[in-house]
């Protein structure tokens, strides 16, 4: 079958971006199909570093053609930025290369404006979102109030709704929140603007990919963030408004499941999440400085779209084979095994204590887990550095034991380990 799903096992940034770059290499098309420019997707490439918030990460080799779905929340200004930014590094962006669904919503001023309007009401009790609109844009979709990629195909007209749509943010901000309004003429002169750049890029992105799927080409199904801050599967409230899993993946493209091949999970060889909520694994003090970095590697756990330090703590098995479940992975690469790299013991969490018992699977999802105590299997480390190694047979012993010990836990294959940020840094398994 030629279409193929990457999606985040655990709280977003296990490391899609560069995984979807590698499998790029052997597609005709890669497409996103949820979340909004609150997702940062790092591939990197010889000298070159891409943070990509909403172009497809399998852009960056020329023979591919990107797709933004249906399921998608675009920001037209953050869109316009980030293909100005692939071009000045010498990628060809232009409407054979980019398609943008018409059916995909929009993001604008005002709903970023109302995501921290949300976000200081809520106060001690925040989601710790983004402030990139996201929420606000979804809650709009649903609400059958939305502005649509396919509006921007007549500019003018559609400046109008923006004005409409800004006057109508401007009441709730004021009424509701007692927040500044915002200049719906200034706002409507720049979307219209937008819309005349953009509306060559706007088609029909389920039909495109069906033909092209019909003819024998492949699909890449690229989600953005991750399993655990799904709407619906993840620990609500502290969740994205999108559906990151496989069933995201059809939605989002308008593609039918009979498509599927491979689902693949990517994992990173701990734990991290940004943001607010439940996390029975996490780390403090010197242990998570240890995982987390300072910053002055690239890869080191800070977030790209925010910067902010994301939280880590040891891999949660439990959690993973939950994300095996919900999104009927078939596969699973782990990524970021060299920063485990000389530490004298390693931890898994397989089971959480609560109320005196244990538990193996969680009895009421992720939402729930605020009072589990984690219980470990610890594991022996290794002290040699990882990234040069190519060949699985040439990881250490430990290392090995360690990605079967996952394997084994969550009863998914582990395809491919990732031992650093760049194209070559990985280890193809079986
Ligand atoms: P995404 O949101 O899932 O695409 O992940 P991010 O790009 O937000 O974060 C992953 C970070 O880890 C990026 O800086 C990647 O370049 C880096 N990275 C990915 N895989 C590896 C790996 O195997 N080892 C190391 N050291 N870094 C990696
Ligand atoms: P990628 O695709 C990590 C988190 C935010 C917050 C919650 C809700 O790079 O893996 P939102 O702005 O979506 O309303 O915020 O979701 N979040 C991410 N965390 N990686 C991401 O994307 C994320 N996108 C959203 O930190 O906790
Ligand atoms: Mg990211």
Redesign the pocket.
Known sequence: MPLDIVV?TQ????G??RVVDLLSAGVDFVARFN??D????TVTVGDKTFKLHLVPSGIIHPHTIGAIGNGVVVNPAILLQEMEMLRAAGVTVSPARLVISHAAHLITPGHIAL?KALEGQRGQGK??????G??PAYTEKVARSGLRAGGMLQPERFGQAMRQHIERVNHTLRHLYQAEPLDSERIAQEFTEYAHLLKGYIGDVSLLLTHAMNRGQRVLAE????TL?DLDHGTYP?????N?TTPGALLGLGLGVNWVERVIGVTKAFQ??????PFPSELNGDEAARLRGTGDKPWDEF????G?P?RVGWLDSVLLRYAARVNGLTELVVTKLDVLSGLAALKICVAYRADGQELRELPFGPAELGQFEPIYLELPGWSQDVMDVRRWEDLPEQARAYVLQVEDLCAVPVRMVSVGPERDQVIEIG
């Open positions: 985040g709280w977003g940034d296990e899609k971006g979340g909004g609150n997702a940062g997707h995501d989601i710790g979102t983004t402030l990139r996201i929420g989600g953005a963030q991750g801050l502290f969740v994205t408004s999108s990151p991290t999440r940004v943001g607010e909520g977030g790209v779209t925010t902010r994301r």
